[in-house]
């Protein structure tokens, strides 16, 4: 009863309305705009270059975060200072999606290499994300030690289907990259000359880890290529609202390779790779 009386409310006002409607022609005078592509970075040094492509029109100040609204290729693009971490990337990625709706979103930064065949300054395209961040541990006594290795890893992400959220032991999270975004990923590779740029597995986790065993470990379950600290849960937020995602890092150090010094000007070519993947992409929308 209470829905018809609102159907019945709405109906009325719309035909009240619509004489000037007719009249303003305002069904012409708002275009619709596209829906804007997301582009993320925790820290300036992975930010400013983006900002300076984008003509930014004006910015957004939500908590922590900011959202710079501009254009390339006269689309509507939104560059987001996501802060540092999983919990950062997280909220930054659900604010972003509820209040501007982005079609795609590309999380780029940079990592730190555990496969020794890439160097500072080499691009990994993030075919997949896993995280490394959740791990249940068997029971051990007091002065037992602590034995990473023999972790067991958690998926914590709920299954199709599944009613409540339970914990999932053996399989790590894992994001798949967007067929389409991974596209515009390959053509921009095509054209990148002088660099190193790879498909590979994108590590997540809280953790700067400079133990080779761990990294071998990583290696030999998950393939990892480079570790950082936003990919994985930007992924997750993104998945759960259906939005197509891919991850980009540039090695900013690499720890097998004996290249432990974290490169700040690294982040200058994974921005660059990033602009030319999101013109990619816009050809062909
Ligand atoms: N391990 C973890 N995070 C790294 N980053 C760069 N190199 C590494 C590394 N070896 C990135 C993270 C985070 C910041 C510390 O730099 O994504 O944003």
């Given at each position: 009863?209470?829905?018809?009386?609102?159907?019945?409310?709405?109906?009325?006002?719309?035909?009240?309305?619509?004489?000037?409607?007719?009249?303003?022609?305002?069904?012409?005078?708002?275009?619709?705009?596209?829906?804007?592509?997301?582009?993320?970075?925790?820290?300036?040094?992975?930010?400013?270059?983006?900002?300076?492509?984008?003509?930014?029109?004006?910015?957004?100040?939500?908590?922590?975060?900011?959202?710079?609204?501009?254009?390339?290729?006269?689309?509507?693009?939104?560059?987001?200072?996501?802060?540092?971490?999983?919990?950062?990337?997280?909220?930054?990625?659900?604010?972003?999606?509820?209040?501007?709706?982005?079609?795609?979103?590309?999380?780029?930064?940079t990592a730190g290499g555990y496969d020794t065949a890439l160097h500072y300054g080499d691009i990994v395209i993030g075919?997949?994300?896993?995280?490394?961040?959740?791990?249940?541990?068997?029971?051990?006594?007091?002065?037992?030690?602590?034995?990473?290795?023999?972790?067991?890893?958690?998926?914590?992400?709920?299954?199709?289907?599944?009613?409540?959220?339970?914990?999932?032991?053996?399989?790590?999270?894992?994001?798949?990259?967007?067929?389409?975004?991974?596209?515009?990923?390959?053509?921009?590779?095509?054209?990148?000359?002088?660099r190193k740029v790879v498909d590979g597995v994108i590590g997540?986790?809280?953790?700067?880890?400079?133990?080779?065993?761990?990294i071998?470990?990583f290696r030999?379950?998950?393939h990892v290529s480079v570790e950082e600290?936003?990919?994985?849960?930007?992924?997750?937020?993104?998945?759960?609202?259906?939005?197509?995602?891919?991850?980009i890092r540039v090695v900013s150090d690499n720890v097998p390779n004996g290249e432990?010094?974290?490169d700040?000007?690294t982040?200058?070519a994974v921005?660059?790779?990033?602009?030319?993947?999101?013109?990619?992409?816009?050809?062909?929308?």
């Open positions: 009863m209470i829905v018809d009386l609102r159907i019945a409310v709405r109906t009325h006002a719309c035909l009240l309305l619509l004489p000037l409607l007719v009249a303003t022609g305002c069904k012409q005078s708002t275009p619709l705009r596209p829906a804007p592509l997301l582009l993320q970075g925790a820290v300036d040094i992975e930010v400013n270059r983006l900002l300076d492509s984008i003509q930014v029109t004006h910015t957004d100040t939500i908590g922590a975060w900011i959202f710079a609204h501009g254009s390339i290729d006269g689309y509507p693009v939104i560059v987001s200072r996501t802060l540092m971490g999983a919990a950062h990337a997280a909220a930054a990625t659900a604010l972003a999606i509820d209040r501007y709706h982005p079609r795609a979103i590309l999380n780029i930064g075919q997949s994300a896993v995280s490394l961040a959740a791990f249940k541990s068997p029971p051990l006594p007091a002065h037992g030690g602590s034995h990473p290795l023999e972790w067991t890893a958690m998926d914590l992400v709920p299954r199709p289907g599944e009613v409540n959220n339970l914990l999932h032991e053996g399989t790590a999270t894992q994001f798949s990259a967007d067929s389409g975004l991974l596209a515009a990923a390959h053509r921009a590779q095509a054209y990148t000359t002088g997540t986790s809280d953790f700067w880890n400079q133990e080779l065993d761990r071998a470990f030999q379950h998950w600290m936003e990919t994985v849960p930007a992924a997750q937020v993104a998945s759960i609202f259906k939005i197509p995602f891919l991850g432990l010094a974290f700040p000007r982040a200058d921005q660059d790779f990033a602009m030319r993947v999101v013109h990619e992409y816009l050809g062909r929308l």
